[in-house]
């Protein structure tokens, strides 16, 4: 009975421990490679793999190092990331695999000087919630400017189809309403910008300059010691100032 177990248990796991040993093997490679296209065709191998995967299977797995991942708190969908270095600029790549529907992944990828349906942004959480009977996600990215730090919320709906679609305005502030909010700050600063543990807040340092006279040069912008909420209320998120974080 126990080598029964122990066999069954073996044969299930080791397809998942093959396709973790060929995505650390895909940044090895991108690591070594001399040339951009040969690390993004390193890069483009890793959906592949992910593909593959069981749904929920990765965290018993031994993680690969370099690769971003994130399990919904709220909905069973999963997000990996990671980057590439480049020459000139960094490469984005999000995969979203969302358990029981029609596609087996949907890939948000970043090339510089290459066309892309998306801007690009390193997505490192999620949070689902329902909005008109839709199921819609709020993404939360970063990516670096040459003096800058960068990060966003945006909105996401994941079609059947194998498309994602941006910017409904379910973010509101006030009157105005957005499908995305980005902040930015010091290219060697730090920003806070999560999640509550039960996905109804999303909280965020309140940036400011170190100087009153740096006002709209974001390079010297930091947290000045306060927080701000987007608030979860009636299918909208409510921005909220001065919040306990």
Partial sequence: M????????????????????????????????????????????????????????YPALRQV????????????AELFSWTVPLQDGMAYYNWFSLKGGHQQGYLLKYVPDEESETE?????????????????????GW??????????????????NGTVRFDRPLLQRGTSRSGTLAFEYAGDGSMMLKQDKKGKRIIFDHL????????GYFMFYGPDGSYDAFVLKG????YQENVKP
């Fill in 65 to 76: 190092k370099f690769l971003g991942y994130r399990k919904c708190v709220n909905s069973e």
């Fill in 208 to 215: 400011a300059p170190k100087n009153p006279k740096y006002k």
């Fill in 143 to 160: 990516r670096k400017t040459p003096a800058t730090n960068q990060k966003i919320v945006r909105i996401a709906r994941f079609n059947r």
């Fill in 235 to 238: 299918g909208k998120w409510l």
């Fill in 2 to 57: 126990r080598v029964g177990i122990f066999l069954f248990l073996w044969i299930w796991v080791l397809p998942g421990w093959a396709q973790a040993d060929s995505i650390a093997v895909s940044f090895e490679r991108m690591k070594e490679a001399e040339t951009d296209s040969i690390r993004l065709k390193w890069a483009d191998k890793i959906p592949s793999y992910l593909k593959t995967l069981e749904f929920g299977q």
């Fill in 120 to 140: 690009g942004w390193l997505f490192y959480d999620l949070v689902a919630f329902e909005s008109g009977e839709q199921i819609y996600y709020a993404l939360l």
